[in-house]
């Protein structure tokens, strides 16, 4: 399966995401609008699925690291 740059980039948006412990950059309308349009929203959404497992181990690692320092 070969992906283009415009698929790489779009699921790489996808899973960096949902890393980011802060409030998304951008509202889910204008993400939904800029991915349809080109698209590629469903990139975006395997992106999301991809970095969620690593969300649930970087949540666990904070914790983990407060349980350590307090």
């Given amino acids: 399966m070969s992906f283009t740059d415009e698929e790489r980039h779009?699921?790489?948006?996808?899973?960096?995401e949902i890393l980011c412990p802060f409030r998304p950059r951008?509202?889910?309308?204008?993400?939904?609008a800029e991915f349809t349009t080109?698209?590629?929203y469903h990139y975006?959404?395997?992106?999301r699925a991809i970095g969620l497992p690593f969300m649930v181990l970087e949540v666990i690692g904070l914790v983990?690291?407060?349980?350590?320092?307090?």
């Fill in 44 to 47: 975006y959404l395997g992106g």
């Fill in 10 to 16: 779009c699921m790489m948006i996808g899973a960096l």
């Fill in 26 to 32: 951008y509202d889910m309308d204008f993400l939904t």
């Fill in 38 to 40: 080109a698209k590629e």
């Fill in 64 to 70: 983990k690291l407060a349980a350590v320092l307090f």
